[in-house]
């Protein structure tokens, strides 16, 4: 069987996720990158969306949960995880990164985050 994966890289969102109240207030812009393990024989032998991950529906999924304010990017990654596998029960393996942009922290960086993923 032949798998691949279906991905969303860097996607931009502000969202109030932060152990700081202030972060939960002003907010913090983020990127978010999406890769999914996934069957792909279907999509690749019959060129039809229904045979692979609709990378639109994970982008709009991906901005709900961003919505949800949260302490930990580590919960919210998790959420996105949960709900593509409800969404898609085939999916293999899902990664899921968060990075805050601009954490509240003294130091010159391009961001700080966390990673997750799971196999199923």
């Known amino acids: ?10 996607m931009r969102l502000h969202a109030f996720h932060g152990v700081m109240e202030q972060e939960r207030v002003v907010g913090n812009d983020y990127l978010v990158s999406v890769e999914i393990e996934y069957p792909l024989q279907e999509a690749c032998e019959k060129d039809e969306l229904s045979g692979t991950v609709n990378y639109a529906v ?7 949960e961003m919505k949800v304010p949260s302490r930990l990017v580590e919960h919210v990654a998790a959420r ?7 969404l898609y029960p085939a999916i293999i393996m899902t990664r899921i990164n968060v990075k805050k942009i601009a954490p509240p922290m003294p130091y010159e960086m391009d961001g700080a985050g966390v990673e997750v993923w799971e196999r199923y």
């Not at 994970?58 to 709900?64: F, G, K, L, S």
């Open 58 to 64: 994970v982008a709009d999924m991906v901005a709900e």
């Open 1 to 10: 069987m032949m798998t691949g994966k279906v991905y969303i890289d860097s």
């Open 80 to 86: 996105i995880a949960k709900r593509l596998k409800q």
